[in-house]
């Protein structure tokens, strides 16, 4: 099947070059009130001329070709982007400040069979990083003593009683992953009793803490370049130059040798998680680590893989919306060592009741969650009426576990970054914030923390965490609505980056395994939106709980083969109406083409992301 079959004729010619580029379909407002963009040289001839030299080059469809095309892969690239790997892309860990220092001390530690302490943060990322370690510490003979804060009476990062505590329990060594970075104080307080290494990744707000190690890409002085891994990757790679020094030394004639590569699906799921860019090593280590996931030799994520229904074959999917929100849940709203107790758990039974107790938090952070978006969602809409930038929302009895997952709905919603905060008895706000793409909202929240206006705060450019007096809101609003006054210009609602217009008849299960080759998909590797000409929909009905997915049965105008299709949240969508309506003229619709297999049978499965009906 080429291109030429798949593409609406509508892609033929370019726009002219003084013009905006046509939108596809002509689609300027959806249902969603979206316009249809293409991907970026969508239409451009050269991007058909260099997928077709890849199509050639490679052997593979043409579709995959142009989509690669899209997406900038030379022909050169394409072997190691389809099929990335560890030896082709993992630099030498050494090219990390302070990797060598790092590793060196770990490596004593192991040889003098030490007590070490951990402290990790309570998220995915962390929760991952800290089983990563206590597993090849304890396997070569270390005591480990661990510690997840709780996000309700500690708060993020290190703090001092809890690592006196594990130095009380004997342990000269401290190793904080997934923050420190930022823990100045706390930690030159506690490194007079024991050594202590940072391996982290966020970004360095001041000056670091005088400490044996921070091993961090993000540190201003770091030459690796890898500023997009996530805390796991780091802790992966810091373990790969340990045991390289004791390999070097003789240690494993004597001593189990590591099975590294089995510590791979942690490294995915944190990367997933952590929404980091799935491009260049981060493909490597989510291709590689599914694989070791899809063996389910981790016995507690193979629990939560049955607690959560999930279906083979894994994706990063499963990572993101199945795995890593039952992790998080037990730091949101429960006891924060869940996750990590069951990540490091090897009893079956143990396991799955571990895996059950996680699967019900989440049931019940869904609740929560329920109770506070209705009301955020108002007072967002009345911010945004009043054309603010940026949307600061907080109120009482809004737990503050669930602030970040509300604040990315909102975002969704409005696309405008946005806080949320939770008003705590103490009379101060502490929350979490969420951006849109070419807004730092960290480095502003950073900005506004060194202003005077946070007693804390920090993150990344897509999310970050703050605190401060609530009576200090207002002049935190006024401050981000400038620093970050570009955002009030934004559209209502994103626009949507389409890839390719295919016709129903041709929306087939080849064609999507084909496009599934392009898999990790996620952050800085968008799954192909597809959109399908003037579709009729020829049966719809509710399923699920309190009938909350829409499944569809769509075909095209000229009849012919039927396609399958799902809309997720039916209940709050505004696409559900439209696509219910039996008298509705035809529609254009986008979304994502997947192969799905059920019961030994693989079928195509269209997930309808927007629709706009034909003029």
Not at 138 to 162: F, K, S, W
Not at 290 to 309: C, E, H, S
Not at 454 to 480: D, K, N, Q, R
Request: with cysteine; glycine share 10%.
């Amino acid at each position: 099947m080429s291109a030429a079959d798949l593409l609406s004729p509508a892609t033929a010619s370019p726009a002219p070059q003084d013009m905006q580029e046509p939108a596809v379909l002509g689609v300027t407002r959806s249902v969603t009130g979206r316009r249809w963009n293409w991907r970026e040289g969508g239409q451009a001839s050269h991007t058909d001329r260099m997928g077709m030299a890849i199509a050639q080059q490679t052997g593979l469809p043409e579709i995959v070709g142009r989509m690669l095309a899209l997406r900038r892969i030379a022909p050169e690239q394409v072997e190691t982007y389809l099929t990335p790997t560890l030896r082709a892309l993992m630099p030498d860990p050494s090219t990390f400040t302070d990797m060598d220092t790092a590793a060196a001390r770990l490596a004593t530690a192991i040889r003098n069979g030490e007590t070490v302490g951990l402290f990790g943060d309570y998220d995915v990322d962390g929760a991952c990083s800290t089983a990563l370690l206590t597993d090849v510490l304890r396997r070569q003979g270390c005591t480990v003593l661990t510690h997840i804060p709780d996000r309700m009476t500690e708060g993020y990062g290190p703090n001092t009683p809890a690592i006196a505590a594990m130095q009380d329990q004997g342990a000269r060594l401290i190793v904080c992953l997934d923050c420190g970075t930022a823990a100045v104080d706390v930690l030159e307080q506690v490194s007079a009793r024991s050594d202590v290494i940072i391996l982290d990744h966020h970004q360095v707000q001041g000056a670091l803490p005088r400490v044996l190690a921070t091993v961090n890409p993000n540190r201003p002085d770091c030459p690796s370049g890898l500023h997009g891994i996530c805390a796991a990757a780091v802790t992966f790679m810091t373990v790969v130059a340990t045991v390289r020094i004791l390999r070097r030394d003789g240690w494993f004639d004597s001593h189990p040798d590591p099975q590294l590569m089995d510590s791979l699906d942690l490294v995915a799921l944190a990367t997933v998680c952590d929404v980091m860019p799935l491009s260049g090593l981060n493909r490597a280590f989510v291709t590689q680590g599914l694989k070791v996931m899809a063996r389910r030799q981790r016995t507690g994520l193979a629990a939560l893989l049955d607690a959560a229904g999930a279906r083979d074959p894994l994706s990063a999917f499963t990572c993101g919306f199945a795995l890593g929100p039952r992790i998080n849940a037990g730091g949101r709203i429960a006891d924060s060592g869940l996750g990590l107790r069951l990540l490091l758990c090897d009893d079956a039974a143990e396991a799955q009741a571990l895996a059950e107790r996680l699967n019900s938090v989440n049931h019940n952070r869904q609740s929560v969650e329920a109770d506070i978006l209705d009301r955020a969602m108002e007072l967002a809409a009345a911010q945004r009426a009043q054309g603010h930038a940026v949307l600061v929302l907080s109120g009482r009895d809004w737990h503050p576990g669930v602030v970040g997952i509300v604040a990315g709905r909102i975002k969704e919603k409005f696309n405008r970054p946005v806080l949320v905060g939770a008003e705590l008895d103490d009379g101060s706000v502490k929350g979490s914030a969420r951006s849109v793409p070419g807004h730092d909202l960290g480095g502003a929240i950073i900005a506004a923390r060194q202003a005077g206006l946070l007693s804390s705060g920090g993150g990344h450019a897509m999310a970050a965490g703050f605190g401060l007096p609530a009576e200090g809101i207002p002049a935190l609003h006024a401050f981000l609505d400038h620093h970050l006054a570009t955002a009030a210009g934004l559209p209502d609602a994103v626009d949507l980056t389409i890839d390719a217009v295919v016709n129903v008849a041709a929306a087939d299960v080849s064609l999507a395994t084909d496009m599934d080759r392009l898999a990790p998909f996620g952050a800085g590797n968008d799954e192909p939106l597809i959109a399908l000409p003037r579709v009729r929909v020829a049966y719809a009905e509710r399923i699920g709980r309190e009938g909350n997915t829409l499944r569809l049965t769509l075909q095209g105008e000229g009849r012919g083969p039927r396609l399958k299709a799902l809309v997720f949240r039916a209940n709050e969508s505004p696409l559900a109406p439209v696509l219910e309506d039996r008298d509705a003229p035809p529609l254009h619709l986008a979304g994502w083409l997947r192969a799905e297999s059920w019961n030994g049978r693989t079928s195509a499965t269209f997930f309808i992301r927007d629709a706009a009906i034909v003029q």
